[in-house]
C-alpha cells in the first residue's frame, strides 16, 4: 500500500469516527426532544379535555427523560447543552403539562382560583429545577431535596388514570374537589421543598440479588400491564410517603447522635469533676 492510500485510509478513518461520535452525541438530545414533543402532545390533549391520553403523554415523557440521562452518561456524551436542553424539557413536560391537564380536568369549575392553583405547580416545578441546575446532580448525592419534577408529573398522571378507573368523572363532587385540589398544592409544595425522597443511586443490587430482582422487576411490569391503575397509584402513593418517612427518620438518627453526645459530655464532666 502506497503513503497516499495509507493518508487516505487514515483520513476516512476519521470521518467514520468524527461521524460516529457527532451520531453518539446527537442520540440524548433526540430522546430529550422526544420527550418536548410528548409533553406537548399531552398539553393539546388536555386542550380537547382527552385526559387519559394527556395522561399518558406526560408517562411516555417520563421515560424519556430517563432514557436520554442514563444513554448520555452511558456514552460519555454529557455536555451543558445537554443538561439545559434536559431542563427545558422538564419544564414543559413535568411543570406546564401537568398542570394544565389538572386544570382542565378538576380546576376550571374554581374560575381564578383554578388557574392560580395550576400556575403554583407549575411555578414550584421551574424552582425546583432552578436550584436543581444551580446546585448541580452532585450536590444532591444518593437522596433528591424535594420531589422530583419527573416523579411529580408522574403523580399527577397515574391519579387521573386512577380516578377515572374508578368510575368517577369531572365534574367531581365537593369531597373528590377538595382532596384532588389539596393533594395537588401540596405535590407542589413538595417539589421546592427540603424532603429528602430516595434517589436511584440508593439501588445498589450485588450478584446475590440479580435474578431475585429480576423476577421483582419481571411481575412488576406483569402487574402494571394488567392494571396499569391502580398499581401505578399505589407505587405514587408508597414514593410520596417516603419523603416525610426519611425525614422523621432522619430526624430522629439526629436526636440520638445528640442524646449520646450529651452522655458523652456529661461522663467528661463527672470523670473531670
Known amino acids: 500500500m502506497s503513503t497516499e492510500e495509507r493518508k487516505g485510509l487514515r483520513r476516512r478513518r476519521r470521518v467514520r469516527g468524527s461521524d460516529r461520535s457527532r451520531a453518539i452525541y446527537l442520540l440524548p438530545n433526540l430522546i430529550t426532544s422526544a420527550a418536548v414533543l410528548f409533553g406537548f402532545w399531552s398539553i393539546i390533549s388536555s386542550i380537547h ?8 403523554f406526560i408517562v411516555i415523557a417520563g421515560i424519556c427523560d430517563t432514557l436520554d440521562g442514563r444513554i448520555a452518561r452511558a456514552t460519555h456524551s454529557e455536555s451543558q447543552f445537554g443538561v439545559e436542553y434536559d431542563s427545558l424539557s422538564d419544564m414543559l413536560s413535568f411543570g406546564l ?40 446532580k452532585d450536590a444532591e448525592g444518593t437522596r433528591y431535596q424535594g420531589m422530583p419534577t419527573t416523579v411529580a408529573g408522574g403523580i399527577v398522571a397515574s391519579t387521573v388514570w386512577f380516578i377515572g378507573w374508578l368510575g368517577l368523572n369531572p365534574p367531581f363532587d365537593r369531597p373528590l374537589a377538595i382532596a384532588i385540589i389539596t393533594g395537588f398544592s401540596l405535590l407542589a409544595l413538595l417539589m421546592v421543598s427540603a424532603v429528602p425522597y430516595p434517589s436511584t443511586s440508593m439501588i445498589r443490587i450485588g450478584k446475590r440479588q440479580q435474578y431475585p430482582a429480576l423476577v421483582a422487576f419481571v411481575l412488576a411490569v406483569i402487574a402494571i400491564g394488567l392494571h396499569h391503575e391502580p398499581v401505578l397509584f399505589l407505587v405514587s402513593i408508597l414514593f410520596l410517603a417516603s419523603g416525610p418517612t426519611l425525614w422523621l427518620m432522619d430526624r430522629r438518627r439526629k436526636a440520638r447522635a445528640g442524646d449520646v453526645q450529651e452522655d458523652v459530655a456529661i461522663e467528661k464532666s463527672s470523670d473531670a469533676g
Not at 386544570?103 to 416545578?125: E, K, V
Open 97 to 136: 403539562a401537568p398542570a394544565l391537564l389538572v386544570y382542565t380536568w378538576a380546576l376550571t369549575p374554581l374560575g381564578n382560583r383554578g388557574w392560580l392553583i395550576a400556575a403554583l405547580f407549575a411555578m414550584c416545578a421551574a424552582l425546583r429545577l432552578a436550584r436543581f441546575n444551580v446546585r448541580g
Open 49 to 56: 379535555h382527552q385526559f387519559d391520553r394527556a395522561a399518558l
